[in-house]
């Protein structure tokens, strides 16, 4: 039997304005840039996709599940620019057969710098997927699946309103490295069984990379020795860890479908064509689970020991996307560094209505200088990964991401300034 999880990335950051030192004003984020990014993906890939899975679930009566991660910015952006984007999300909720997860709501690498804010996401994100699509997600996955023994055993620490553990898992890439000879087909627990929801240890999905960077990257490359890949073809590979595990996790970015394989590549109706295959290959045996129904059904064997942060991001697959060069890490720690000053004015309540509702604001918008995005596009690698770096890179070098990102962070630091000086000023 091979228990196929689909797991989808969907995320979109706000994109900052060009922003110089000589601008003196709260309003950083780009709302046409963002309005004609989030409407251009929706044509190519949500709209589409979404109604394929919808298609998908009815045509199998129910026997085809997947999962997402949506993050708070992008459904925020859903909200204000593609409603009805939200709507089918919400309809693929409606079905009982689409798992939505838990992430930092702000697609922050919060957990890094600040256990507190991290902590306050992943609530601030929960109460979104219970408001959007009814559910408390079980399962949780990181940023980008930045993951460590740390990160494990902190998610295992999370509770619900009951005090109990509120995570049955967390979803993370399978490396070799760490794997040795083992196979990402099994569940596996952090060093030391932390429990998890359920009284069981917390369980960890491991991504099968070599088959979901089969369609998210290799899918359209007609150097590819096996393009082109027909839906048969990757069932019978499906198929083939019959023997050897119980669980294929496909995680990949949502925008894989329609944005970075392009519908005349074919993408859809291989994804149409996937369910029937992959049941076909091995008639009663094979099907599609989602992570929670995975984590049920399959018991821990044995521990996956990840002493060092380990992502899904490039070749390497560790912070360096992010964290690679000074200018990132200047950045991060700059951002982090007022954290406790935002916090500060937030809690205020002395403030006046006006002045809380500003507040609020400053935080929001520092929240929103969080997301990992924008320090990914100050990478400075070259080759390969460079190429991927700039493809989603709004502008023209790392150097630009940079400058930008700075010069708002200081109208954040002066706007933290004023509400000193107005303090001061109070109690004199």
Known sequence: MASVVFYFQVHQPFRLKPYSVFDDHPFYFDTDKNNAICQKVADKCYRPMNRVLL????????NFRCSFSISGVAIEQFETYAPDVLD????????????FLAETSHHSLSFLYSRKEFERQVAAHTAKMEEHFGQTPTVFRNTELVYSNEVGHAVSQILDKDGKPRFKGVCCEGWDH????????????PPGAPIGAGNKPLGLLL????????????FSNRGWTEWPLSAEKFADWVNNVNGDGFLVNLFMDY??????????????????ALPKAVFDSNPGQNHFITPSMALDEFTPVGEYDVPNYLSWADTERDLSAWLGNAMQANALHETYRIESDVRKIYEDKTLSAEQQKNAAHLLEDWRKLTTSDHFYYMCTKYWADGDVHKYFSPYDSPYDAYINFMNVLDNVQARLAEYEKQTVTALK
């Open 178 to 189: 760490y794997l040795g000879f083992r196979k990402p087909s099994y569940v596996y627990t």
């Open 207 to 218: 991504k099968n990379y070599r088959l979901s960077d089969d369609v998210a990257f290799r």
């Open 55 to 62: 298609d998908l679930i009815k045509e199998n009566d129910g």
């Open 88 to 99: 089918q999300f919400k309809q693929l909720a409606e079905t009982g057969c689409v798992e």
């Open 255 to 272: 925008e894989t479908f329609g944005e970075h394989q392009w519908a005349d590549t074919g993408i859809f109706d291989f994804m149409r």
